[in-house]
């Protein structure tokens, strides 16, 4: 069942995610499904061997936990892993952050008397677009009540760089990353291994688009064409949200093509504001709020 649960949130959806950390994604579950020894992404090879799905740090459960730590008067929101729109937790839980946890501890910073600025520590690949535009919206709309940094403690690719470019202030370490500014929908075609395994598949639908993006049958051009229209139209979102939150051109943004940026290059192209080291970062923000 937990797998079936995550195949629906990985394939034929429209994921905000680093392409790499795709590709160790659709490895290893199709690693685990039994299904092949090598997947293709792109139409780049990529071997099985000891892939994770997920890093598995233990589940922190707090009573009455906001979702933050307080360090000084600042509250500190762990924006880290893979993205996704719903965990049910405020903290990350299984490699994963929820959208509706980092939703419900800004706003609850926000409101939170004793904190004085906010810090988004963000270290993750990015996920899913589902509820990444919202959250996004929902912190930028924020700007001008409390001071909101982003810290980088290394990379924000994707959809954790479109939280990222919410907060007042970017900084990244010499090592980290931003970028990939697009949006990315993987198909698995099960189609000639459920063949040689002897298994037809019969759709009985109503509708003549219904079973399209189903892996059992292969994707039809029109089918393609259309998943490809609503790539285009979320990968815009994308980069009007950025060149908006990033007071630079959407003609800029548009041109990085998805590319990823490491340290002072993301701040040469108006990604980033500044190189530090995330410890140096937050001490700058605590003596200016001295």
Do not use: W
Request: glycine content about 8%; hydrophobic content about 45%.
């Amino acid at each position: 069942m937990q797998l079936a649960h995550l195949c629906q949130r990985l394939f034929n959806v429209p994921l905000a995610i680093k392409p790499d950390k795709a590709e160790v994604i659709i490895a290893a579950l199709a690693e685990r499904l039994g299904i092949a020894s090598m997947v293709r992404l792109n139409g780049d090879a990529v071997a099985l061997e000891s892939l994770a799905l997920f890093d598995e740090p233990e589940f922190r459960s707090v009573r009455n936990d906001p979702g933050y730590d307080i360090a000084g008067n600042v509250a500190v929101i762990p924006v880290h892993g893979t993205l996704v729109q719903k965990t049910g937790a405020l903290r990350p839980v299984c490699g994963m952050t929820g959208y509706d946890g980092i939703r419900q501890s800004f706003l609850t910073a926000v409101e939170d008397p004793e904190v004085q600025a906010i810090v988004l520590d963000v270290d993750s690949p990015g996920g899913e677009v589902s509820g990444c535009f919202d959250l996004v919206d929902t912190i930028y709309g924020a700007r001008g009540d409390k001071p909101i940094h982003a810290i980088l403690s290394e990379n924000a690719y994707s959809a954790a760089y479109a939280l990222a470019s919410a907060a007042d202030r970017i900084t990244v370490p010499r090592t980290g990353g931003t970028g990939s500014i697009g949006v990315i929908c993987m198909h698995v075609d099960f189609s000639q291994a459920l063949t040689s395994a002897g298994f037809k598949v019969t759709f009985i639908q109503y509708g003549d688009r219904k079973a399209d993006g189903h892996p059992e049958i292969p994707l039809s051009k029109e089918a393609l064409a259309r998943f490809q229209s609503d790539i285009n139209i979320m990968g815009e979102l994308f980069v009007e949200t950025v060149a908006r939150n990033r007071n630079i051109a959407a003609s800029k943004v548009r041109g990085t093509e998805a590319a990823t940026y490491l340290g002072s290059a993301g701040v040469e192209l108006g990604l980033a504001d500044q190189v530090a080291a995330p410890d140096a970062a937050f001490r700058a923000l605590l003596a200016e709020l001295a």
